[in-house]
């Protein structure tokens, strides 16, 4: 039965986030996006915030949330506690403001501003989900005995979201958009990756299924299609504000669905879990790029980096980041932009 | 009174081979994942709060807050979401350092603390036991939200309300009726082990 009275971590979950390095940095989206995606699962960061102190902060209010905890009441009730959604909010909210940040002028309350409502939630829930669907990424695939009895995943329909990815909101309401849509997105991520078990599967039963060792997973987090809303991880949530989850399907479903012969050896994706984990020593070297950004910055009176100051060091780093992934990939023979099998997760 | 059962064991050969080949991790592999997608389908599966405002996904943030989590004894799913334990058990919430909880009155209200408002008046009048004190807070003008965009779509909803509007109720207690529901049945676990120990056993 599932407990509720003893909470106690959800370890993988909570060692995704606590291992991430905050990472200062002014770069926005679109130029972290063309960062590997091993060195932002290893590091905390969130578009153009170069402030520790607000890095810091986010990491440990998504922990809290992740990890709430336990306290004794008057009356000897125990209740938990950690910061809900709301809470967690006005907190980041609080030392946001605390560190003198200043909104870009005419940003105020937008996804530019720190500040905003709508980023705060939208860094918590990221943060939040991604960790948690690393956690399940390691349960579903780091057992042999998981993966052999277990072999596949579902991409869920279910989807939560105000707006979901197929729709889009018009003043007459929303609307369809069908360009946009998941299937729409499952048909790229199948193209990519080949796997002609799932396209036959999607093809004779309309559901999204592969096997756990499919490339189809990392093509989708990768946003196979040209899609630019991807989170770069073959796990759930696959995009920004995405309620779009998976769920593993037992050998007897995978069997049935035409992804394995019967008995058929399942292999679970070619993936070192430590990596998840951990920053690779040798991207190190890409990390003090960042570091050394943020220590360039100008800062106010107090010694605080002034937020809205603009210095773009990212055609710098992702040349490194890039000669670097080459590099490496010469060195091991790897092709550069295979994430599975490149040196980085080793 | 007593009863003793015998168990004979006319399992043939095969079957003592496989059930005997079946460690606990290997029970654990298959009993885990399932009642883990039990669960989460549940909770994923939860509607939206009953006054019909808009939701905060609190569902699907505890179906992505359950693990699950084998040892010796078996198979443990957890769920680690605040809330989930008051709608599964139910209970009493009382304020904590302060004197009044704040309960939402509105979708504008709804998934926000009273302190990310500006412009809210509290307003006071008698409760049940005739007592005159702070009742809750209604807009004034100029009513905002801390972190929206001025004219935005959120700020338009808020300036739409009258003035006067309750967004917020103020109570010394709130009273939470358990939902044993919101998670599968003892019944239903066992289904799906079963399942999942005869897949295993193939």
């Known amino acids: 039965m599932p407990t509720l009275d003893n ?19 002014s770069m926005g989206s679109a130029e972290w996006r063309q960062v590997q995606a091993g060195i932002k699962n290893s590091s905390l960061f969130s578009a ?20 709430p905890g336990q306290e004794l009441r008057p009356g000897g009730n125990m209740a938990t506690v950690g910061f809900d959604p709301a809470s967690a909010r006005l907190a980041l909210m609080d030392t946001i403001e605390a560190e003198g940040y200043k909104a870009p002028e005419g940003k105020e309350g937008t996804i530019e501003d720190l500040h905003s409502s709508p980023r705060i939630d939208l860094i918590v829930k990221t943060n939040t989900a991604t960790a948690q669907g690393a956690g399940h990424y390691v349960q579903q695939n780091a057992n042999a005995d998981v993966v052999d009895l277990w072999p596949a995943l579902e991409f869920l329909d279910d989807d939560s979201s105000e ?18 849509s998941w299937e729409a997105r499952w048909e790229a991520a199948l193209e990519d ?61 995978a069997e049935e669905l035409g992804l394995l012969d019967e008995g058929e050896a399942v292999d679970a994706p070619k993936m070192d879990w430590s990596a998840l984990f951990r920053l690779p020593a040798e991207a190190e070297a890409i990390m003090s790029l960042f570091a050394n950004e943020a220590e360039d910055q100008p800062r106010d009176a107090d010694g605080k980096v002034i937020q809205t100051a603009r210095f773009n060091a990212a055609p710098a780093i992702a040349n490194s980041t890039d000669g670097f992934l080459a590099r490496m990939a010469a060195r091991f023979g790897h092709k550069a932009n295979d994430q599975r099998d490149h040196p980085l997760h080793k | 009174m007593s009863q003793e059962v015998s168990i004979i064991d006319k399992a043939s050969p095969e079957l003592r081979r496989r059930m005997a080949a079946l460690s606990p991790q290997r029970l654990n592999a298959a009993i885990g994942p399932a009642c883990l997608r039990l669960t989460q389908s549940r909770l994923r599966g939860q509607g939206t709060n009953q006054r019909g405002f808009h939701s905060t996904q609190f569902w699907l943030q505890a179906a992505d807050s359950a693990s699950q989590h084998a040892d010796a004894d078996g198979t443990t799913i957890r769920v680690q979401k605040i809330g989930a334990r008051l709608q599964f058990d139910g209970g009493t919430v009382v304020p904590v350092n302060k004197k009044y909880l704040t309960i939402p009155a509105t979708d504008e209200a709804y998934g926000h603390r009273a ?12 409760d049940k036991e005739g007592r ?22 959120a700020d338009r909803a808020l300036k739409q309300l009258q003035i006067g509007t309750v967004m917020f109720w103020f109570v010394t207690e709130t009273n939470h009726l358990p939902h044993p529901n919101v998670l599968p049945s003892s019944d239903e676990y066992f289904d799906v082990v079963k399942t999942a120990v005869n897949m295993a056993l193939k």
């Open chain 1, 193 to 253: 990756s080949g796997d002609d078990d799932a396209q036959a599967a999607y093809e004779a039963t309309g559901r999204k299924v592969a096997l756990k060792s499919s490339g189809v997973w990392e093509s989708l987090g990768e946003g196979a299609g040209g899609w630019t809303d991807n989170l770069d991880n073959p796990f759930p949530p696959f995009a920004f504000n995405s309620t779009r989850r998976v769920q593993e399907l037992s050998r007897d479903e």
């Open chain 1, 48 to 67: 153009r915030v170069l402030n520790l102190g607000v890095l810091d902060a986010i990491q440990t209010t998504v922990k809290s949330v992740l990890n």
């Open chain 2, 115 to 126: 302190l990310e408002f500006s412009g809210l008046v509290v307003f006071w009048g008698k």
């Open chain 1, 7 to 25: 909470p106690t971590p959800f370890t993988e979950a909570v060692k995704f986030l606590a291992d991430k390095k905050a990472v200062p940095s």
């Open chain 1, 163 to 180: 707006v979901p990815r197929g729709e889009k909101q018009t003043k007459d309401g929303l609307v369809e958009d069908p360009e946009n």
């Open chain 2, 132 to 153: 005159i004190r702070p009742m809750g807070l209604k807009t004034d003008e100029g009513v905002e939200r801390r972190g929206t965009r001025p004219g935005g779509k």
